[in-house]
């Protein structure tokens, strides 16, 4: 994605957090994900995430997730890497996270190119820090975790008076009264990597990362471009 050279448009960050509370207190990332040191394999793996009381394996398919496990993993990678919630369907013969969610072409793969096979099935966090698919059977450390998402967190930049140009492709098109809530609506699907709100008409584009050019000059437009995943964070 590139921005249009001659934009004068603003640039700040933003932060969305949207969470829900239990007993009075905050959900917060930290209470999604449980670290678990000692290794198993990715079956057994799954059998003890559910015995601590988690759906499954991790599913860290949204950049915010996927960050948040990077960085708290840092030390416990560097041995033998963590199984997360992702496998290689052999009846569909296509990469899908636990929860059904799809997985983002910009996800950050070993060597640009996940390869999933029979063989290779389960996928794990390499000690870099980008994802790889291995054989099952091997005994890793992993990260437990609920796919139903209690927490939500979006960060990214915002540009004033730029919208995106060249658009090829839209994940949706809302409308709504504020340009908040049309970041919110981008949070909600991991897949979604921009988001233009219309001043003018109150129009909310929702956007991959590959499915415009570029930012362009626009009196009317705020677009919102989320932080991407990570990825070879030593």
């Known amino acids: 994605m590139q921005v249009s050279p001659s934009f004068a448009g603003a640039i700040f960050a933003f932060i969305l957090l949207t969470m829900l509370f239990q007993n009075g207190r905050a959900i917060t990332m930290t209470d999604m994900f449980d670290f678990v040191v000692e290794p198993m394999n990715f079956t057994n793996a799954e059998l003890e995430c559910q015995r601590?009381?988690?759906?499954?394996?991790?599913?860290?398919?949204?950049?915010?997730?996927?960050?948040?496990?990077?960085?708290?993993?840092?030390?416990?990678?560097?041995?033998?890497?963590?199984?997360?919630?992702?496998?290689?369907?052999?009846?569909?013969?296509?990469?899908?996270?636990?929860?059904?969610?799809?997985?983002?072409?910009?996800m950050p793969w070993l060597n640009s190119n996940p390869k999933p096979r029979a063989s290779h099935a389960c996928a794990r966090v390499h000690f870099t820090g980008d994802l790889v698919m291995v054989p099952c059977h091997i005994r890793r450390h992993f990260i437990c975790g609920n796919h139903i998402k209690t927490f939500m967190e979006a960060r990214g930049i915002t540009h004033k008076s730029l919208k995106p140009f060249k658009i090829s492709s839209t994940l949706a098109e809302h409308r709504v009264d504020s340009y908040v809530k049309c970041v919110i609506l981008c949070s909600t699907q991991h897949v979604c990597n921009t988001a233009w709100f219309d001043?003018?008409?109150?129009?909310?584009?929702?956007?991959?990362?590959?499915?415009y050019a570029g930012l362009q000059n626009n009196p009317n437009g705020q677009t919102f471009v989320m932080d991407g995943y990570s990825g070879y964070r030593k």
């Open 52 to 106: 601590r009381g988690f759906d499954g394996l991790a599913v860290i398919s949204s950049p915010s997730e996927f960050n948040f496990a990077i960085d708290a993993s840092k030390q416990l990678r560097k041995d033998s890497g963590l199984w997360v919630a992702l496998r290689f369907d052999l009846n569909l013969q296509k990469l899908k996270w636990d929860d059904g969610t799809e997985v983002a072409s910009n």
């Open 199 to 211: 001043t003018s008409s109150l129009t909310c584009l929702l956007l991959r990362s590959d499915g």
